[in-house]
T-cell receptor, first 114, second 117 residues
Framework: GNSVTQMEGPVTLSEEAFLTINCTYTATGYPSLFWYVQYPGEGLQLLLKATKADDKGSNKGFEATYRKETTSFHLEKGSVQVSDSAVYFCALKRGGGSNYKLTFGKGTLLTVNP | AAGVIQSPRHLIKEKRETATLKCYPI?????VYWYQQGPGQDPQFLISFYEKMQSDKGSIPDRFSAQQFSDYHSELNMSSLELGDSALYFC????????????????FGPGTRLTVL
């Protein structure tokens, strides 16, 4: 079945540091890949997505590239801010159709200190 | 822009009681998904509906049932509540079975936090 593995946290960085959160997946076919962010006490917000190999999703300074050869979708940001402190979830959705469920990774807690 | 609405936002129940969670999707969205997120856990898919029919089923206990109504809102009914049912329950909606990835992005509601005492 489909699964997502992401690096365990927590990750603690200083403001303006470089961020990488690793995510790899196992899936049949060509899934769509997502990063969701969950701020304390809030729901899930879509951060970025990629629907086919070599696509790069980007938003708010975050980027992730869909790498089929390494089955990876690592999240990166060049300079983190305190406001980026949150839990980040990598997720995939089976391709080929539209209303399939999301499969999430375990989540990575990011804390950014001033 | 309109978002997914969930009610109530917080719910406290005793063991063996029942609970009903409601979800109102974004206008013109026809697909609703339910996820359960335990403390410190990743969201787990429970069930989904497309055009009022169940479209997929995940790890939903037999004590739970759900349906989607003619106005596309959905309700998750939970009976014989157990301590382990304490979790954040998310509803998400999307426009299903339309071409293009932008039509199937799932938008999440703020969640209902259920506490079973």
């Amino acid at each position: 079945g489909n699964s997502v593995t992401q690096m365990e946290g927590p990750v603690t960085l200083s403001e303006e540091a470089f961020l990488t959160i690793n995510c790899t997946y196992t899936a049949t076919g060509y899934p769509s890949l997502f990063w969701y962010v969950q701020y304390p006490g809030e729901g899930l917000q879509l951060l970025l997505k990629a629907t086919k190999a070599d696509d790069k999703g980007s938003n708010k300074g975050f980027e992730a590239t869909y790498r089929k050869e390494t089955t990876s979708f690592h999240l990166e940001k060049g300079s983190v801010q305190v406001s980026d402190s949150a839990v980040y979830f990598c997720a995939l959705k089976r391709g080929g159709g539209s209303n399939y469920k999301l499969t999430f990774g375990k989540g990575t807690l990011l804390t950014v200190n001033p | 822009a309109a978002g997914v609405i969930q009610s109530p936002r917080h719910l406290i129940k005793e063991k063996r009681e029942t609970a009903t969670l409601k979800c109102y999707p974004i206008p013109r969205h026809d697909t609703v998904y339910w996820y359960q997120q335990g403390p410190g856990q990743d969201p787990q898919f429970l069930i989904s509906f497309y055009e009022k029919m169940q479209s997929d089923k995940g790890s939903i206990p037999d004590r739970f049932s759900a349906q989607q109504f003619s106005d596309y809102h959905s309700e998750l009914n939970m009976s014989s509540l157990e301590l382990g049912d304490s979790a954040l329950y998310f509803c998400a909606s999307s426009r299903g079975l339309a071409g293009g990835s932008s039509y199937n992005e799932q938008f999440f509601g703020p969640g209902t936090r259920l506490t079973v005492l």
